[in-house]
């Protein structure tokens, strides 16, 4: 029992991890139809400038997460701007390759800039103390993970829902034209997009960072396929569906290794097969409208 | 405003390419740093065939090292009486068994006469045929794997092999731990990880595991493989993993406050592991190559000289003095033999008897080092420590 719970809790501390990054996922493809292929390198590089504000400038941990949510962010508008607004109106297909492109592109220039070996991401020992409840031993990071993206996410919500900005995200999403000639500064709501959907990412990149210590310039890349298969699974375009679609496979993942051990060796497997099967028979996503909206 | 971004744009493609290119083809000359005195004969091109980038970088950068450092203190080869300096030709496998046959042969079209290197079997075991093919002999320096040799009659191997290595981690376990149980959880996309849980299930005996899980090379979680297993109380847990994912673990492990043992491989040896590691990988232990602080040889001895006055300070990991036998070894036989030729090496290869920093060096028939002994080593406070030497019984 006691087993179960504690696997439990690793099923939503990676699921969370999960919905945070894909977020960045849903909101892109909700407002440009596009699949962001770089958004995983975008995730990738928020690691680095968090490592590098750690472990080189010796900032404390909460200063260098606030930097690199602001470098990421920035690093997103800054893609958005060189690699899809000329695209604007381009096919659809020109931007997905230019969107391959800028991740292979941000992937090497990690290779060039930070080296292909490893590196430890910095630990915080505040959040990595254990603390025991009802026998069950858990890292305050978890908590730190599961309340941060319930804090995040309804903030999320509450701008797409409530604010000038939100609703010019969702015009622009449901309909390009029509909401430039009602005057959304179409370019304005896209950069935002893109800052709002990097600054989640880094947030996530920080905390995956705290819990799997190692960087690569690749490391992005299977983390950043599975947040898409979450996105897809929760209705890619809806960020409500995004975190369920990281729930749902996070804990997933945790309890195919959990039931079945032997199989343990496959459970990328498994998050394909659930990406094929979403497909053959919701296209739409469990969470997802025909005319997707945002949340 | 557009054709500036334009020609940014341009740039930093060229600039990606060429990073690209740098693994891809595969071939970028290094080495030959050591002066030419003296060295009148063409150069002798040799290729070094290890994982730059990917999950084995860091091996693969110390392997280079070792290279690197007998190429410098012996920049030529002596052949009918003339002096012919050796380049290094270093191929980048990207830890990939596709990428593996491309490096091979961009070594081979390189025109190399004979290659060294190789951590990881399962890359090895993929080039193996392309220099088989090309009869271009390989010394092989830290791929474990028995494969890697069977059937390849131009690939050599200076380290132990995979059951010698997961006999003594299982002998370890039962006699200096006192252990009745184990785990074992292991890589099972790395040929060399899968072939070292076999060797020491077998050793270790099949009914005192108690559960047994895998994972994929590149896996950062393994939170619910880690809490299954503490469920389980075993004694000891195999970890058949390469140095990021055996330290990912036992972080892992530490951050749920698990109370787990970890057996691994020699793949752990890298600065990586311990940075990566910290704390939760003390008192781990495994099998290696090679030890600066056990007792020495005249060849370990001069070996650690060579390294304090080419790179300063002692050796980073036992891998560094693998690799520089493969070229001493290497060197020696084209000597002997007079020759470049590759099948003329090969049969010279074979004849090779020769003191060595990692013990005494002759071939088996099927190109395998025959070695009696194994280093065990730990880690403690960010370092590692030596933890003693072990009778290896092929």
Known sequence: MLTLVQQLINGLTLGCLFGLVAIGYTMVYGILLLINFAHCDIFMMSMYFAFYSISVFYLPWYVSLVLAILGTALLGVLLERVAYRPLRTAPRTSVLISAVGSSYLLENLGIVLFGAVAKSFPTVDYLQEMVTIAGLRIQRLAFFVIITMIVLVGALLYIVNKTKVGIAMRAVSRDFETSKLMGVNINLTISITFAIGSGLAAVGGFMWGLRYPQITPLVGAMPGLKCFIAAVIGGIGSIKGAIMGGLILGVMEIMIVYLFPSASGYRDVFAFIALILILCIKPTGLFGEELSDKA | ?????????????????????????????????????????????????????????????????????????????????????????????????????????????????????????????????????????????????????????????????????????????????????????????????????????????????????????????????????????????????????????????????????????????????????????????????????????????????????VYGGKPRSSYTAVSYDAYNVLLDAIEACNSVDGETLRDQLYKTSKDCVTGHIEFDDNGDAIKDIAYLKSAKDGQFTFGGIAALSN
Not at chain 2, 44 to 67: C, D, R, S
Not at chain 2, 139 to 150: M, Q
Not at chain 2, 246 to 270: C, H, I, P, R, S
Request: glycine fraction near 12%; include cysteine; charged fraction near 15%.
């Open chain 2, 1 to 309: 405003m557009k054709k500036f971004l334009c020609a940014a744009l341009s740039l930093v493609m060229i600039l990606s390419l060429a990073a690209c290119g740098g693994g891809n083809g595969g071939s970028s000359s290094a080495g030959n740093t050591g002066g030419s005195d003296g060295a009148s004969g063409d150069t002798i091109k040799v290729g070094v065939f290890e994982a730059m980038t990917g999950g084995n970088a860091a091996a693969g950068e110390l392997e280079l090292e070792g290279f690197r450092l007998a190429n410098t203190i012996r920049p030529t080869v002596t052949i009918d009486g003339v002096e012919h300096p050796v380049e290094l030709v270093v191929a980048d496998n990207k830890t990939d068994t596709v990428e593996a046959v491309t490096a091979a042969a961009s070594l081979v079209s390189a025109g190399c006469v004979a290659a060294m290197g190789g951590t990881g079997s399962g890359l090895c075991i993929a080039a193996a045929p392309t220099f088989d093919e090309a009869k271009i002999p390989v010394v092989g320096t830290t791929c474990t794997n028995p494969l890697v040799t069977e059937g390849n009659t131009y690939y050599f191997r200076l380290c132990y092999t995979d059951p010698g290595q997961g006999s003594i981690l299982a002998t370890y376990a039962k006699d200096t731990l006192g252990a009745k149980t184990a785990a074992i959880l292991c890589d099972i996309t790395d040929a060399y990880c899968i072939g070292l849980a076999e060797y020491f299930k077998a050793n270790f005996g099949e009914e005192n595991i108690v559960e047994e899980l895998y994972f994929n090379t590149g896996d950062q979680d393994f939170s619910a493989a880690l809490t299954t297993i503490a469920a389980a109380n075993p004694d000891v847990v195999f970890s058949g993993s390469q140095y990021t994912e055996g330290a990912l673990m036992q972080v892992q492990a530490e951050q749920q406050g698990l109370d787990l043992t970890f057996l691994g491989t020699d793949g752990w040896e890298t600065e990586t592991f311990l940075d990566i590691g910290g704390s939760a990988v003390d008192g781990c232990a495994f099998v290696t190559f090679f030890d600066a602080d056990a007792d020495p040889t005249p060849e370990s001895e001069q070996y650690l000289k060579d390294y304090d006055s």
